[in-house]
């Protein structure tokens, strides 16, 4: 069975305690925040992450439309975790 490279990341992620992170796209942006929240995927574990700022605490506004960006699993590069000072290449 192939290695699900979003469910590598779900675990790790979610057992840090700083949840800090800065995620490198294919297209050589850099954004810095935090994972707030995931869409489930048909062929992979997560398809899109919820990527928010470190002080954000709910995911989406008044109005009921989510906040941050919506990044595809398959655009990630690489993830830095601030924590542990460790970087996940995908």
Known sequence: M???SS?????????LTNKEIEVELKNKTK???KFLGYFRG????IS???????DVLFGSDNFGFLMG???VHKDIVK???FQDNS???L
């Open 69 to 71: 960006r919506i990044i």
């Open 31 to 33: 954004w810095r925040g």
């Open 48 to 54: 899109k992450w919820q990527l928010v700022d470190i």
């Open 7 to 15: 469910l590598l990341l779900y675990n790790k992620y979610y057992s």
């Open 42 to 45: 048909e062929k992979n574990y």
């Open 87 to 89: 970087t996940m290449m």
């Open 2 to 4: 192939k290695t699900d």
């Open 79 to 81: 993830i830095f975790f």
